[in-house]
């Protein structure tokens, strides 16, 4: 959770009391933690298990990544890539899938960057 401090505003209602000290401080994010953006809550159940899905195998090709015995260039590389097809999740779930599958099988066949 991101926090940070801001003064009471003048004339107005302090920001909010939440925290440790007692200050004055207010979420970035206004929304409250139990409530969530429709892209964050897919409503199709097959929808929701293709997210699920692809991000139990992005964090398996996370794994993976971190455990080559490859230049600091190529991990960097390598997770680049997998930052990309996360980025395309949020976008278009079905190509960030095929995207990931893509790269898991080059990741199998050796195929890895030079570095």
Same mark, same amino acid.
């Given at each position: 959770?991101?926090?940070?401090?801001?003064?009471?505003?003048?004339?107005?209602?302090?920001?909010?009391?939440?925290g440790?000290?007692?200050?004055?401080?207010?979420?970035?994010?206004d *929304? $409250?933690?139990?409530?969530?953006?429709?892209?964050?809550?897919? =409503?199709? +159940? #097959?929808? %929701?298990?293709?997210?699920?899905?692809?991000?139990?195998?992005l964090?398996?090709?996370?794994?993976?990544?971190?455990?080559?015995?490859?230049?600091?260039?190529?991990?960097?590389?390598?997770? *680049? $890539?997998?930052?990309?097809?996360?980025?395309?999740?949020?976008? =278009?779930? +079905? #190509?960030? %899938?095929?995207?990931?599958?893509?790269?898991?099988?080059?990741?199998?066949?050796?195929?890895?960057?030079?570095?």
């Amino acid at each position: 959770m991101h926090w940070h401090r801001e003064p009471p505003y003048e004339g107005g209602e302090p920001a909010s009391t939440e925290g440790t000290d007692g200050v004055a401080e207010s979420r970035i994010d206004d *929304r $409250q933690d139990d409530q969530t953006s429709p892209a964050e809550e897919p =409503d199709e +159940p #097959e929808v %929701a298990a293709l997210y699920a899905l692809v991000a139990e195998r992005l964090k398996q090709a996370h794994a993976r990544v971190h455990a080559l015995n490859v230049s600091a260039e190529a991990k960097t590389a390598l997770t *680049r $890539q997998l930052l990309m097809v996360t980025e395309t999740a949020k976008r =278009d779930l +079905p #190509e960030a %899938a095929r995207r990931l599958s893509r790269f898991v099988q080059d990741l199998d066949e050796g195929h890895l960057p030079l570095g």
